[in-house]
């Protein structure tokens, strides 16, 4: 399905932001060419709240950030670029944007309501029940609407530059107000200004504007039908602005009416309340009343709103820069940020096609959806895109890493924290916490939708509204998967939709039947009485849009923080239920890939994960010595014991925290620890706790935090990371981590290979070429030294020339603590890989058998596309092999472990990692290479029959 697009030989992540503009980005490409990256793969570039460090809070599609350079520096990027003929792959969000002062469109909205041109951009609920009709309900207030006003929390607020009035809330958040409400202050000017007898013609021309400002309809006046109340509000505001630019008396008169507007509560709150009930919005506070927004929210984060991009012209709105850029072929092909967040992602991405000419099977525009697939769900095959951002793989390749010792894991774990539990459970109860909590409007959005369809029919129209909640709460929390993808021309589930329909419906058994059987009518599509099957179907379409969310939340947000039984295992789109995979299992999910997604992503760290991929690495060693895990758990537990704090009769923080804190520990360690980099480690993992504990939401949460516990914790980690003789554990496990990180280095080599070469095209993560032990977001969007990398890279390409492969290797083997191996590993197959794209766009993927007494520790397989070959071999379970930490090379390794080759005649090849040359061996009609002679000084092997 290549078509005319451009497909990636391999991407780099860069995190733009102020920080790290355009120009920034723009003194690397060299360093991108000599490493053998094909395209920079950037984070979204369209104008975001000022600050931003992401770009994912966007307030104006229109435009290229100005912070990061705006359109003079993209373009310059783009120049540099075109030289080394790198591609740009571009970050966009089409989902939402945010709800900021910047952004034009919604301060439209908040100021005129329905009657904005920008009112049906959102996704708005005007006419819901539980809030007044035509208003916006904002949850911005940290207290009550009267002691906010009270403490001048909420005041208004003149902006003479513009002459436009606003309520401002705290010191950070403006909100505009109708224009109509413009005509209470002009009133107060009026009185003020009475006092002075010289101003009777400055009065005359205030009272017409100000008649003119009340004879606008309010809010209030829901019966009101004005289609013009914008253009004639926007025409007044044109008159105030001129009044004030032309007569310097009118803004010293509105400060002063402020200021002793400030001066009196009672006043305040007066005309405050007066104006405030005339607004498109309603005011509430941040947790008490978050069940009352009534707009489309991205997750939980009211900051940032739903856009309606079903909607062509909203669409066309929107993709305009975006789509101006690929047709000038600035950028050569986009990564869409949570298309699980549309209405209707199919539309969507056939839309987009669309918009480039598609009408054909082979899209020619190189789209990629971010899409979690859960281990029993494949991408969808409607989507004209060429794949996921790769967590499919990140998930397969950690679990490759992790050894079959589940039972014994479970039994330490739940030993450790003194419960029984499960992931099943824990991901019951993590949704279940979300719905009740954090998207408590959401639910109730759905639910209302449900309940009217319920009043519409003879057979479920006495049921009540509590029911129909409980009974949906259920079904979501139990459903399997992300999302289905029913849209506006569906009839009939897919079979994959209907088994996780039912699925979730029949582990919902034990609430009201008969919710559950109008549940399961709707949700099948089958036909209900007396409800269209237009609106039917709208009811599912609402329901797919919360599933998504509660998924991403209650799993990714709240199950992985809760259930820890091995900790790499938690990471966007992984099974944490799953305990390692068999090397046949991935080759058959990389077969499958290859057969139906040859141009996906493969990643292994990203701006999302949990952990870095290297930290991952570390810890998927534990489970290959769960007795001496397990050894160390109660050492540690009993050396820190006293570190805890005695809080409401029991110790702070509980086990599973401390079991996490361990297991994070050994992650994240630095390889060489300074002073400063030690007291900045220390820093990062408190802040990395406090919000892990807070994701977890049992003991502490962001809505509802509790202090002392935050404070128990924050001083435990202090205490065990205190360099000090009385500090005894610090000893103990730095003995313990020593092992755990020579162990991880070699897993980081063998999975790094594996995503160089499988089927799909490898992400490499901005400072991944070398270790790198982030956590979890912002961990893991800290400032890379970019200065350090490009010298190493300067060294390794010297030391390529004077030095021979083979000796190069073993010195960065043996010096493998300072980065370079990893590096030397990147480098020399992404040029590889550059000089075969064939063969690994188009080449089969082909598994090799091994036998011998090692077998089980080895994953290799063949590419190979016409007259190009290459192997692939890498190790895997390597304590096991050793013994001891230190290389598996040799015979004293392998023993007589080999691996059998397809072809029947005698193969030479070279090693690219030490250019060493190998001989295949033939015996009774096998062609086979033995592991030993492939190890002998490299851990991992890349075999090809040129170099």
Not at 369 to 393: C, P, S
Not at 443 to 472: C, G
Not at 611 to 629: G, K, M, Y
Request: glycine content about 4%.
């Amino acid at each position: 399905m290549k078509g005319d697009a451009r497909i990636p030989i391999s991407t780099y992540r860069l995190q733009l932001n102020k920080n790290f503009p355009f120009k920034s980005a723009e003194s690397l490409v060299d360093y991108f060419s000599d490493l053998g990256i094909s395209d920079i793969y950037l984070s979204p570039i369209l104008r975001a709240h000022s600050g931003s460090l992401h770009g994912y809070d966007g307030v104006d599609t229109s435009q290229i950030s100005p912070e990061l350079g705006g359109r003079q520096g993209f373009e310059s990027l783009f120049l540099t670029v075109k030289k080394k003929k790198i591609g740009l792959l571009l970050d966009i969000v089409p989902n939402h944007v945010a709800t900021s002062d910047e952004n034009a469109k919604w301060n439209s909205v908040l100021e005129y309501g329905r009657f904005s041109p920008y009112a049906s951009f959102f996704d708005i609920d005007w006419s819901s029940r539980r809030n007044p009709k035509n208003k916006v309900f904002l949850p911005i207030l940290a207290d009550s609407w009267e002691k906010s006003v009270q403490s001048e929390k909420v005041r208004i607020y003149f902006d003479q530059k513009n002459s436009r009035i606003f309520l401002k809330i705290y010191e950070n958040r403006r909100l505009p107000l109708c224009p109509g409400s413009y005509a209470a202050i002009l009133k107060l000017c009026a009185e003020e200004l009475s006092r002075d007898e010289r101003q009777i013609k400055l009065l005359k021309k205030l009272d017409t504007l100000t008649r003119s400002f009340s004879a606008l309809p309010s809010s209030v006046e829901s019966h009101f039908d004005n289609p013009s109340l914008y253009k004639t509000g926007e025409k007044l505001k044109r008159r105030f602005q001129n009044l004030c630019a032309l007569t310097p008396k009118i803004p010293c008169c509105i400060h002063k009416v402020l200021r002793d507007l400030d001066r009196s509560i009672v006043a305040r709150k007066r005309i405050l309340g007066l104006i405030l009930n005339e607004q498109f919005y309603v005011i509430g506070q941040i947790i008490r009343d978050s069940a009352k927004i009534n707009y489309r929210r991205f997750f939980e984060v009211s900051d940032l709103i739903g856009v309606r991009v079903e909607d062509p012209k909203i669409f066309a709105e929107t993709h305009k820069l975006i789509l101006e850029l690929l047709d000038q072929k600035k950028i050569s092909g986009l990564r869409v940020d949570h298309p699980d967040g549309l209405l209707d992602p199919t539309a969507y991405f056939r839309r987009l096609q669309a918009s480039f000419g598609s009408k054909i099977i082979n899209p020619p525009l190189f789209v990629l959806a971010e899409k979690i697939l859960m281990e029993q769900e494949h991408l969808n095959q409607r989507w004209k895109v060429y794949g996921t951002t790769g967590y499919d793989f990140a998930r397969d390749s950690t679990q490759l890493f992790v050894y079959p010792s589940g039972l014994e894991f479970d039994a330490i774990y739940q030993k450790f924290i003194r419960k029984r539990t499960n992931f099943d459970t824990a991901v019951h109860l993590g949704k279940r916490k979300v719905l009740r909590k954090l998207m408590q409007a959401e639910l109730i959005r759905v639910s209302d939708l449900l309940y009217s369809i319920s009043r519409k029919t003879n057979q479920y129209r006495n049921l009540n509204s509590e029911a129909i909640t409980r009974a949906l709460e259920e079904v979501v929390s139990r459903f399997p998967v992300y999302r289905t993808y029913v849209t506006e021309k569906t009839a009939k589930l897919s079979n994959d939709e209907a088994k996780f329909v039912l699925q979730a419906l029949d582990r919902a058994k034990h609430v009201d039947t008969k919710s559950l059987r109008l549940l399961r009518q709707l949700l099948f599509l089958e036909k209900v009485e007396g409800v269209p099957f237009r609106e039917a179907r709208n009811f599912v379409m609402k329901f797919q849009q919360l599933t998504g969310p509660i998924m991403a939340k209650g799993v990714e947000d709240t199950a992985f923080y809760t259930f820890n039984r091995l900790i790499s295992l938690n990471e966007v789109g992984g099974n944490p239920e799953r305990f390692g995979i068999s090397i046949e299992e991935f080759h058959l999910r990389n077969q499958l890939r290859a057969k139906t997604w040859p141009y996906t992503m493969l990643c292994s760290s990203t701006h999302d994960t949990k952990r870095s991929e290297d930290v991952r690495a570390r810890i998927n060693f534990l489970s290959e010595i769960p007795e001496e895990w397990h050894k160390a758990l109660v050492r540690w537990n009993k050396l820190n014991k006293e570190k805890k704090t005695f809080s409401n009769g029991k110790f702070a923080p509980g086990r599973n925290d401390e079991y996490f804190l361990y297991q994070t520990l050994l992650g994240a360690w630095p390889l060489t620890p300074s002073n400063g980099t030690y007291d900045e480690f220390i820093e990062r993992i408190v802040a990395y706790e406090r919000k892990a504990s807070k994701e977890a939401k049992e003991n502490t949460s962001w809505q509802e935090p509790n202090e002392k516990y935050d404070l128990a914790l924050e001083r435990f980690v202090r205490k065990i990371l205190e360099k000090s003789s009385s500090n005894k554990f610090l000893k103990d496990f730095g003995e313990f981590q020593s092992e755990v990180s020579f162990f991880g280095m070699l897993n980081s080599l063998s999975s790094l290979l594996l995503k160089l070469t499988s089927p799909g095209f490898p992400d490499i993560y901005q400072g991944n070429e070398i270790w790198d032990f982030s956590l979890v977001d912002p961990d893991n969007r800290r400032k890379v030294d970019f200065l350090r990398i490009k010298r190493m890279q300067s060294s390794l390409s010297a030391m390529l020339k004077k030095m021979d492969c083979d000796m190069l290797s073993a010195r960065l083997l043996r010096n493998w603590k300072d980065g370079f191996v990893k590096m030397y590993v990147l480098n020399l197959t992404l040029r590889f890989r550059s000089s075969h794209p064939n063969l690994f766009f188009d080449g089969e993927y082909l598994p090799l058998k091994t036998v011998g007494e090692k077998q089980d520790h080895l994953c290799a397989f063949l590419r190979q596309n016409h007259h190009e070959k290459c192997l692939v071999i890498v190790p895997r379970f390597f304590s096991k092999l050793t013994g001891e930490p230190r290389s598996p090379l040799g015979k004293e390794t392998w023993g007589n472990t080999r691996i059998l080759l397809p072809d029947k005649s005698r193969v030479v090849c070279y090693n690219l990692f030490t250019r060493e040359s190998l001989s295949s061996h033939e015996e009774k009609n096998v062609n086979y290479l033995h592991a030993s002679e492939v190890f002998d000084k490299f851990p991992i092997a890349l075999l090809t029959t040129t170099l």
